[in-house]
């Protein structure tokens, strides 16, 4: 998992500071605290929802995109939960979009296999074979197989007034560092929306 790039002088948890003290202030660029807020429970509430998840053992039920069964008896992936979770956590259009793409293979490979033979594939785990091999791995933190714990918005930094870079730290049950990503937040319209995640 790829630690943290350098983004300059603003210090880690200055967004903390700030979110207590009023709109959050960076050189020419000024943040209402309503949005800082916002953009911070929007990364950090997703994260807490795909990592408890994880730990309850219902990430591929409630969120990961899920094969289903056609009318014509072919395979399909169903992205409906996956889709929902992300825009309900602020995840740009784009981005959503982006990354239903990066399954592209695994659903035209799916297009041409009968349902009924998908369990020979998942039994034997050899979903790769069909660039399927989704299930119990850990996209959004990296493939880390480690029980991360929890995410926090360490720092943040606008770069413009509709752009700004945040980092998100990962941290295991002891609170020792699992390390983390690189946010992008741009503000499409009226709302600030998460626009990259780079891990």
């Not at 350098?6 to 949005?35: E, M, R, W």
């Not at 072919?74 to 239903?100: E, P, R």
């Not at 979903?127 to 929890?150: A, H, K, T």
């Not at 560092?177 to 709302?191: H, P, Q, V, Y």
Request: charged share 25%; glycine share 8%; aromatic share 14%.
């Amino acid at each position: 998992m790829r630690l943290f790039k350098n983004f300059g002088c603003c210090a880690v948890l200055c967004l903390v500071v700030h979110l207590t003290s009023g709109n959050y202030a960076f050189g020419q660029v000024i943040i209402p605290k309503a949005d800082s807020i916002a953009m911070k429970e929007n990364i950090e509430g997703f994260y807490s929802m795909y990592l408890g998840l994880i730990k309850s053992g219902k990430l591929d039920a409630d969120f990961n995109p899920l094969f289903v069964k056609k009318k014509n008896g072919k395979a399909a992936l169903d992205f409906t939960n996956y889709q929902a979770g992300l825009k309900k956590y602020g995840f740009s259009d784009d981005l959503i979009k982006q990354k239903t793409k990066a399954y592209d293979d695994c659903v035209s490979n799916l297009a041409k296999l009968p349902y009924d033979t998908l369990n020979w594939f998942r039994n034997g785990s050899e979903l790769g074979l069909i660039s399927c091999e989704f299930e119990n791995s850990y996209e959004w933190i990296g493939g880390n197989p480690d029980p991360v714990d929890r995410a926090i918005l360490s720092m943040f930094e606008p770069l413009n007034k509709k752009m700004i870079f945040g980092q998100l730290e990962f941290f295991y049950p002891d609170s020792s560092s699992a390390g983390g990503a690189n946010i992008t937040f741009r503000k499409i319209g009226k709302d600030w929306k998460i626009t990259e995640v780079e891990l």
